[in-house]
Antibody
């Protein structure tokens, strides 16, 4: 069955960087876009952007331009999110979700910046 | 950018009640709308896609309707396991989520 499995929780200090991964299985990785979604503690869902898993082209929502980088390891069916120069407000759960209509979601990665 | 305004933000209802949650888009989204259920500490689970198509495995007490800018999620008979936060999401133009509705038992 289709699964998105994300990496484990991260505890970072302000100014550091973090890279989280999302490994897909059960389908052809390059057939579906991969999205990233942020959920701050007790808050709603915010779309961060997406990456075309066929071409590797990333597109970032306005609030996520600059410190955020989407990348792929297509041979490993894995999408990555890197956040640099971490700030306290980056503390959140980060989800990956596949497909134009967000058909499948990863379990989320809790990133704590403190 | 399309804005999604969800109401109410908080809802308290009894087991067996009919519950409706609304989502209003800032422009026509052509029925390109998902509904999600999120329980504490879990990833969102898609309930409905394309406004009214029930995701496989989701109980039939959940239904969606709407068109243009106005959309509704209905739970026909609330069950204890339905306690969760519900989100709408448009995908007509980029992707935007509503602010969420927290549903609790009265």
């Amino acid at each position: 069955q289709i699964q998105l499995v994300q990496s484990g929780p991260e505890l970072k200090k302000p100014g550091e960087s973090v890279k989280i991964s999302c490994k897909a299985s059960g389908y052809t990785f390059t057939d579906y876009a991969m999205h990233w979604v942020k959920q701050a503690p007790g808050k709603g869902l915010k779309w961060m952007g997406w990456i075309n898993t066929y071409t590797g082209k990333p597109t970032y929502a306005d609030d996520f331009k600059g410190r955020f980088v989407f990348s792929l390891e297509a041979s490993a069916s894995t999408a990555n999110l890197q956040i640099s120069n971490l700030k306290n407000e980056d503390t959140a759960t980060y989800f990956c979700a596949s497909g134009i209509t967000f058909d499948y979601w990863g379990q989320g990665v809790i990133v704590t910046v403190s | 950018d399309i804005q999604m305004t969800q109401s109410p933000s908080f809802l308290s209802a009894s087991v067996g009640d009919r519950v409706t949650i609304n989502c209003k888009a800032s422009q026509n989204i052509n029925k390109y709308l998902n509904w999600y259920q999120q329980k504490l500490g879990e990833a969102p689970k898609r309930l409905i896609y394309n406004t009214n198509s029930l995701q496989t495995g989701i109980p039939s007490r959940f239904s969606g309707s709407g068109s243009g800018t106005d959309y509704t999620l209905t739970i026909s008979s609330l069950q204890p396991e339905d306690v969760a936060t519900y989100f709408c999401q448009q995908y007509n133009s980029w992707w935007t989520f509503g602010g969420g509705t927290k549903l609790e038992l009265k």
